[in-house]
């Protein structure tokens, strides 16, 4: 049985095989996602994996509502495997947020499943940290979002010359379009066809272009051009002040496909240019309204990183630790007369914290000695005796004996 095309098996490392991934870099990953978001003061919430398929093609947009794994459940409920996390947590805000003091500052790691044309840094399936602040109307929070994007990424050991955050505003855009005769109606798909541009063959961009009234040389100069709204001039000072400005630059050419971006977008990418987008996120300051049915109206902002594009620049740039098993002693059973007692001290130590690993059933001595550095621990001990252990550092070859409810005292 094979799996499915575009989902991963996550093995622990060593890797069996290249097109495995690894559970200790998942881990890793995770580990840095959430230590950054915390310092930032950011709670961690969740929500279902399985959602109702209306939450998510009311305003995500045409392009990821082709994406859905959506299908009728046995009750006849049309529902959907979740595309993002965004419609999710509006709806999670929306249900309960008198009970949280504004700013609201969340973040989650959902499982996310697009059913997508696989293509480097693109799979069907993937993991998204995501990072939203609800409830704040002024770009002291976008600025604070950008610098916890940022810092997310430095976390990693990844700097300046590694990526950028290429910052762009959907208001900017809009009024470029509604000065160039641009019909509001089709706003949207303007914005589809700017998204796609650097992807998208120029003929057929300028095509599209020229249908709605503009020229591709018009938006160019605007692209080029890069003047930043008194907004994103905001932006730029307060990362400044902070010492981030060099992390990023006004980019017009960024606008984000998903419908539901009002103001300030930005995108995170390597610097050469190698991979697709490491993250992406923007203002949507009308999703809470229009998914709680116009009960409750917060403004809100966000972004998203995925994993995959993650571990293929950290790859690229070395910066992955070596993940080693983590087990700390080995405690050796070489007389099985003596196995009660060992399972004892094997209990005791793990109770105390440490990670212990034993002969499961009788075993050679020097079998289990070779299992004990294959482990890589620090320690073996072995029972002499009813009550007392043997302990010896690998490392420095130190061996003392001690009373065996003193052992723990003898391990770092
Ligand atoms: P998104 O741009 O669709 O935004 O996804 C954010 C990031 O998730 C991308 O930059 C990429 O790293 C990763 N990603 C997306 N699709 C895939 C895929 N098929 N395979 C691997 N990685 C992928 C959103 O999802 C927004 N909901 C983010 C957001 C949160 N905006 C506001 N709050």
């Known amino acids: 049985m094979e799996r499915l095309p575009g989902f991963r098996d996550f093995y622990p490392e060593p890797l069996p095989h290249t097109d495995v991934w690894s559970c200790d870099a998942r881990q890793y990953i995770f580990e840095k996602w959430r230590t950054t978001a915390k310092r930032y003061g950011f709670r961690e919430y969740d929500g279902p994996p399985l959602e109702p398929l209306d939450l998510f093609t009311t305003k995500s947009g045409g392009e ?24 999710t947590l509006a709806r999670m805000v929306a249900a309960h947020e008198r009970n949280y003091k504004k700013p609201i500052k969340w973040f989650a790691i959902p499982q996310l499943f697009r059913y997508e044309r696989q293509q480097k840094g693109r799979l069907r ?38 990526f950028v955050i290429r910052l762009s505003s959907r208001n900017a ?79 017009y050419q960024v606008i984000r496909g998903l419908a539901y971006y009002t103001g300030v977008v930005f995108e995170a990418f390597d610097r050469k240019g190698e991979f697709r987008a490491i993250a992406g996120g923007g203002r949507y300051d009308n999703l809470v309204k229009l998914i709680s049915g116009d009960k409750v109206n917060l403004p809100a902002l966000g972004f998203g990183m995925g994993d995959v594009v993650l571990l293929e620049l950290l790859k690229a740039r070395g910066l992955l630790p070596k993940f080693d098993a983590t087990t700390d002693v080995f405690v050796l059973v070489e007389d099985e007369a003596l196995r009660p007692v060992s399972l004892k001290l094997v209990h005791d130590l793990r109770a105390a914290g440490y990670a212990v690993e034993y002969p499961l059933t009788p075993a050679k001595p020097d079998k289990q000695f070779k299992r004990a550095q294959d482990l890589k621990v620090a320690y073996t001990a072995r029972m002499d005796s009813d009550s007392y252990v043997r302990i010896r550092n690998l490392k420095t070859r130190e061996e003392v004996v001690a009373g065996v409810s003193d052992a723990a005292n003898h391990l770092d």
């Open 125 to 162: 399936e993937h993991f998204q940290f995501n990072a939203d602040l609800v409830g704040e109307t002024d770009p002291a929070a976008d600025a604070e979002l950008i610098a916890l994007l940022i810092d997310t990424l430095r976390a990693f050991g990844l700097t300046a010359e590694d």
């Open 173 to 251: 855009w809009q009024d470029f379009f509604k000065h160039g005769g641009g019909d509001t109606a089709h706003e949207y798909n303007f914005f589809q066809i700017i998204d796609k541009l650097e992807r998208t063959a120029p003929e057929e961009s300028e095509k599209k272009l020229a249908a709605m009234g503009f020229s591709r040389a018009a938006i160019n100069a605007f692209i080029e051009q890069g003047e930043p709204t008194a907004e994103l001039k905001y932006i730029l000072n307060n990362l400044a002040a902070r010492g981030l400005r060099d992390f990023v630059k006004i980019d």
């Open 64 to 87: 990821i509502v082709g994406q859905l794994y959506n299908f009728k459940d046995k009750g006849d409920r049309e529902v959907s495997l979740r595309p993002e996390m965004t419609p």
